[in-house]
């Protein structure tokens, strides 16, 4: 089983950048598509980001393009979310996870899941 461990979150002021990390151990890592959820208090987990396999196909929520890349390095076992532009609306724990392609990331059908990193960003 793949364990999940993510990194890199903290407090930013509006306009800045963050860069979460996520971990991968267990077993080999390339085979799977990856994805970014968040969730603000009291809203549901939403999407934000997936990366299949290779990293030659990414999906965004429609709020973050232009201002988060998603990218993967297979050789280190590790997804990035790179966060630009930072606005108050993106504080949320952000979650890594993983799924068999990329369109069931994207549908939230992904095992496992990490257990999130806190993003805040004020005003």
């Known amino acids: 089983q793949v364990q999940l461990v993510e990194s890199g979150g903290g407090l930013v002021q509006a306009g800045g950048s963050l860069r979460l990390s996520c971990a991968a151990s267990?077993?080999?890592?390339?085979?799977?598509?990856m994805g970014w959820f968040r969730q603000a208090p009291g809203k549901e987990r939403e999407f934000v980001a997936a990366i299949n396999w290779s990293g030659g196909i990414t999906h965004y929520l429609d709020s973050v393009k232009g201002r988060f890349t998603i990218s993967r390095d297979n050789a280190k076992n590790t997804v990035y979310l790179q966060m630009n532009s930072l606005k108050p609306e993106d504080t949320a724990v952000y979650y890594c996870?993983?799924?068999?392609?990329?369109?069931?990331?994207?549908?939230?059908?992904?095992?496992?899941w990490g257990q999130g990193t806190q993003v805040t960003v004020s005003s």
């Open positions: 267990g077993r080999t890592f390339s085979s799977y598509a």
């Open positions: 996870s993983a799924g068999a392609v990329i369109s069931t990331v994207v549908a939230g059908q992904c095992d496992p």
